[in-house]
C-alpha cells in the first residue's frame, strides 16, 4: 500500500506543476499575447478537481486534515480510543456511501457527456471522486485497525497514521 501513496505523491507533485504551467500560459496568453488560450481553462479545472480529491486522500493517510484534536487530548486515554474509532467509523461510512457510492453513480450518470472544448469523457473527470473514495476507505480501514490493536494508554495522543 505504501507504494501506491508515494505514486499518488508522485502524482500530485505533477499535477502541481502541470497548474502552474497551465496558469502561467493562460495569464501569459491572456494579457502578454491578447490571445487567450482556449483549452487552459477547461483543463485547470479537471486537474484543479483531481488535485484536491487526490491531496484529501494523502490528508487522510497522514491524519493531516481538519480535525479535533483538542477533544481528543482532554479525554482519558481509554475514552479518546474509543471516539477515535467512533469518529474514523463515521468517517468510514461517509466514504462509503457518499464518495464511493456516489462517485460511482457520478460516473454512471456522467454517461457519454464531454467537456465543451477538450471533449474529455466528464466521466474521467469525475472518477477522482470515486478513486479518491477508495483511497480514503482502505485508509480508514487501516487507521480503525491500528487504533483498535494500540494501547489506551497511548491512543489519545499517538500518531496512527501510516509510516511513511
Known amino acids: 500500500m505504501e507504494i501506491i501513496f ?15 504551467i497551465l496558469c502561467f500560459w493562460q495569464v501569459f496568453s491572456r494579457y502578454g499575447l491578447n490571445n487567450p488560450s482556449t483549452f487552459t481553462e477547461e483543463l485547470l479545472r479537471s486537474f484543479l478537481v483531481w488535485m484536491v480529491m487526490l491531496g484529501s486522500a494523502l490528508a487522510f493517510k497522514t491524519r493531516e486534515h481538519l480535525a479535533l484534536v483538542f477533544i481528543f487530548e482532554k479525554l482519558s486515554p481509554k475514552a479518546g480510543k474509543k471516539l477515535r474509532i467512533i469518529n474514523d467509523c463515521i468517517v468510514l461510512f461517509f466514504t462509503l456511501f457518499v464518495m464511493v457510492y456516489g462517485g460511482y453513480d457520478l460516473i454512471v450518470s456522467a454517461g457519454s457527456q464531454k467537456t465543451a472544448i477538450l471533449g474529455i469523457p466528464m466521466s474521467w473527470v469525475y472518477s477522482c471522486v ?7 476507505t482502505l485508509i480508514q480501514i487501516q487507521h480503525i485497525l491500528i ?3 494500540s494501547q489506551p494508554d497511548n491512543s489519545s495522543t499517538a500518531d496512527t497514521s501510516v509510516a511513511n
Open 147 to 149: 487504533t483498535i490493536k
Open 130 to 136: 470515486f478513486i479518491s473514495g477508495l483511497l480514503v
Open 6 to 20: 508515494k505514486q499518488l505523491e508522485r502524482l500530485c507533485i505533477m499535477i502541481l506543476v502541470a497548474l502552474v
